[in-house]
């Protein structure tokens, strides 16, 4: 039968270290990626996007890449702190859809102090 | 961003019974759109939430076991019918807004959820 409990990724860094969280798509069609935090017993936060056009972006301590070519996107959090701990989602839009998001796994990161 | 609300924030209801979840928003909003999240996993999209017309279903739901109401831009309903044990998830109000910022599409921001348990 199918197993119960958590299948998420996991990703354990320690505090002050680079965290790189990632994320591959399956739609070429997708236009549009955004990047989501939700911490426990909380909707996901949004943190970053970034658009098909582009092949990096840039928030505070935060950048998105994209690599379309191999559809992979990626979460770089600098200087990662333990109120960063939370499951990561990344989501997808598609061209064809003005506001459908399709999400992602999601991946577990958890900051050691 | 919008701030959502969402009521109840949790429940335990019975199997057979029906829940009402409310979404309301703190400006009015073009798109809304109910999530579910089942434990442990990631989301899916229910269904999108249309002002003055019935909601639009994705594949694997249905009005009779998911009505929804927007009755206006700023408030949206939820009902979850005839429960089982496997409607057992966190159920999710989101709403999308153009950002206006530059290189960004149409941002979508979410509430708190509800935490639903089904005995």
């Known amino acids: 039968g199918e197993s119960v409990g958590l299948h998420l990724p996991t990703l354990s860094v320690q505090e002050g270290d680079n965290s790189i969280i990632n994320c591959a798509y399956s739609n070429s069609a997708s236009d549009y990626f955004i990047w989501y935090k939700q911490e426990s017993g909380k909707g996901p936060q949004f943190i970053i996007d970034i658009r098909s056009n582009m092949d990096k972006r840039q928030g505070q301590r935060v950048t998105v890449l994209l690599n379309k070519t191999v559809k992979h996107l990626s979460l770089q959090i600098a200087a990662t702190q333990p109120g960063d701990s939370a499951v990561y989602f990344c989501a997808e839009k598609s061209g064809g859809s003005n506001y459908k998001l399709t999400f992602g796994k999601g991946t577990l990161l958890t900051v050691n102090p | 961003s919008a701030v959502i609300s969402q009521k109840p924030s949790r429940d335990i209801c019975q199997r057979g019974t029906s829940l009402t979840i409310q979404c309301q928003v703190d400006?009015?909003?073009?798109?809304m759109f109910w999530y579910r999240q089942q434990p442990g996993q990631s989301l899916t999209l229910i269904a999108t939430a249309n002002q003055g017309s019935e909601a639009t279903y994705e594949s694997g739901f249905v009005i009779d076991k998911f009505p929804i109401s927007r009755p206006n831009l700023t408030f949206s309903t939820l009902t979850v019918s005839n429960m089982s044990p496997e409607d057992s998830s966190i159920y999710l109000c989101s709403v999308a807004r153009t950002s206006g910022r530059a290189g960004s599409s149409n941002e979508q921001f979410f509430g708190p959820g509800t935490r639903l348990t089904v005995l």
């Open positions: 400006s009015q909003v073009t798109m």
